[in-house]
């Protein structure tokens, strides 16, 4: 109740320079700013524990990912380094695979091709479905029914089934993993993207934009874009954490990149014959997935708690 | 020769339906046209019509002419290369016309770098100019400000401001006070009615309220179910209302506002 009856006062504010000034009572010098703010001003209020422990998890793999381009303790191919199926000890932090490999060298060079996989294949979704999504809350009718028909198709083909028709045509590799990733995720973004868009372009400020001669590509830049992006970034984050989910699956299946190229679902898939000997080796790349994951979705949970209008209290 | 002539506009919905039937107006240039009628009369979808804004399933039909030009036949690049330069529009409710995630400044500049080409800084500097002409003191402070930190007076103000930016020959107001209290409503008029003054836009003014149109409006046309029952003056209008259903709306506004006789009106 009181938040709206906050929000009832902030939207009818009488205009300073307008307000009788009654017994000295000087008008207030800036209108009032209790009431309904847009996703912008709150986001640098409110910071919940999920968007915090999200962000630290994220800025770790990425952190432990950017190292492991430039240096890793032991190189990623470097077969015999340590004894074999060792467990965690001064030379190596976490212990050896079967081929005497680094693991932690391994896990290093896993959160690299996570970050690659997660940022790429969200670049690919991104410019796909935001093209599918806005075309298809811009046109005429058919055009949308053929393309959420289409989009509906995509979201029900199982992702991995996608990744390996393409591995199949392209062969295994990094970019084959991203290309599947990036398209079936595309679909997900092009839904949000054209219900978010559909609703901005009924707004009035759009017709407004139009009114003042603004074009149809100045429209959807100068206001589309920006007022759905802040839904969209909550989506970018869920899909990232999906998409290194993704990657894990296809190479702990074998369709992922192969070695030199490091990788989670592999190191799973390695140890797994193992885990008896040295369960390390299958517990700490369980946990980087896991946490990583996690940490995406924290992240976007938080984003969303920041934004939803629904908590915003106006509207 | 009338500035802007509006002839035979039927608007009909994807479902048949007949929102507009065989409207006709016109304004002089410099002149001010007040377009009166109860809601759902199809005066708000004749101003949209005017610029091409109808909704989605809306056709029209007839003729928009701006100086002989007919607004219906164009589309695209020319038809944007005329709103907002030619022909402006005010809206009813400033809080949704305006985008909450852009700054005023940024807002008041968007048609002077379209239409006008202007750099950056050079469309600060004109919106700043656009600020003081509204009444907004503080230039600097409101360019910078988001619409919701604005009050509602405010806000109609940048709007307005916004639709006059470059210059336009004719400004469509679509019941621009009806969303402000009473006595906000009453600055906003006045402001309008001296920028019409000075600026010598051709203003068409639609309202529901008859007083509000009778302070800035001299012609007038009455409008009931999509059809114009009456087109007059306003000091006509008040003094001896031909139609029964505007002798009515001026009983009705007489008897509840202050809706002044011809001679106080003008």
């Not at chain 1, 994220?58 to 303790?73: I, M």
């Not at chain 2, 919701?148 to 401001?161: I, T, Y």
């Not at chain 2, 020959?169 to 009453?186: G, I, K, N, S």
Request: hydrophobic share 50%; with cysteine; charged share 20%.
């Amino acid at each position: 109740m009181s938040a709206d009856l906050t929000a009832g006062a902030a939207l009818d504010p009488r205009d300073p320079s307008l307000a009788p000034t009654v017994d000295g009572l000087a008008p207030q010098p800036s209108p009032d700013r209790s009431g309904p703010r847009p996703v912008v001003a709150r986001a640098s209020r409110r910071r919940s524990p999920s968007l915090i422990v999200g962000a630290l998890l994220v800025g770790l793999v990425a952190v432990v990912g950017v190292v492991a381009t430039f240096w890793t303790p032991y190189a990623l191919d470097a077969a015999g380094a340590g004894p074999r199926l060792s467990g965690p000890s001064a030379q190596h932090w976490a212990g050896t695979d079967r081929l005497g490999r680094d693991l932690l060298s391994q896990l290093m060079g896993g959160a690299q091709s996570a970050m690659v996989v997660a940022v790429c294949s969200v670049l690919v979704a991104g410019a796909l479905g935001l093209t599918l999504g806005v075309l298809a809350a811009a046109t005429t009718r058919w055009l949308d029914v053929a393309l959420v028909n289409v989009v509906d198709l995509l979201i029900a083909f199982p992702t991995l089934l996608l990744a390996m028709l393409i591995v199949t045509v392209r062969g295994a590799s990094l970019t084959s993993a991203i290309a599947a990733i990036g398209i079936a995720g595309s679909a997900v973004i092009a839904r949000v993207t054209r219900i978010n868009a559909a609703r901005v372009l009924r707004e009035d400020f759009v017709t407004a934009a139009t009114a003042s001669g603004t074009g149809w590509w100045g429209t959807v830049a100068r206001h589309v874009l920006p007022n759905i992006a802040p839904t969209l970034l909550v989506q970018v984050m869920l899909l990232a954490g999906g998409a290194i989910l993704a990657e894990a699956s296809l190479s702990y299946l074998g369709l992922g990149a192969p070695p030199p190229q490091a990788s989670w679902g592999r190191l799973l898939r390695e140890a797994q014959s193992t885990m008896l000997v040295q369960p390390w080796g299958a517990i700490l790349p369980g946990v980087a997935v896991v946490a990583t994951v996690l940490g995406l979705n924290l992240l976007g949970d938080g984003l969303r708690e920041r934004n939803d209008p629904n908590l915003r209290g106006d509207r | 020769m009338s500035l802007l002539e509006v002839r035979d506009l039927t608007v009909r919905t994807s479902g048949g339906r007949t929102l507009l039937d065989a409207v006709s107006w016109s304004v002089e240039a410099g002149g001010r046209l007040g377009v009166i009628g109860e809601s759902g009369s199809g005066k708000s979808i004749t101003a949209l019509a005017v610029l091409g804004l109808l909704p989605d399933g809306m056709t029209a039909t007839g003729e928009v002419l701006l100086d002989g030009v007919d607004l219906l036949a164009l589309h695209g690049r020319r038809l944007d290369a005329i709103r907002g330069a030619q022909v402006a529009m005010v809206f009813q409710e400033p809080l949704t016309a305006l985008d909450p995630l852009m700054t005023v400044g940024r807002q008041i500049a968007g048609p002077l770098r379209l239409h006008r080409g202007l750099s950056r800084a050079q469309a600060r500097e004109q919106a700043a100019a656009l600020c003081r002409m509204v009444r907004l003191d503080d230039a600097e402070r409101i360019l910078g400000s988001y619409p919701w930190q604005l009050s509602g007076g405010q806000r109609q103000r940048v709007a307005l401001a916004m639709a006059l930016a470059c210059e336009p020959r004719v400004l469509l107001a679509d019941e621009p006070t009806t969303a402000l209290d009473v006595t906000v409503q009453a600055e906003v008029l006045d402001l309008l009615d001296e920028l019409v003054d000075r600026t010598g836009v051709t203003l068409v003014f639609v309202s529901h309220d008859l007083p509000v149109v009778a302070r800035v409006a001299r012609d007038l046309v009455v409008m009931r179910e999509g059809r114009v029952v009456e087109s007059t003056t306003v000091a006509r209008a008040l003094d001896a209302p031909a139609d029964p259903y505007t002798r009515q709306l001026i009983e009705a506004a007489r008897a509840v506002t202050r809706l002044p006789f011809a001679q106080e009106a003008l």
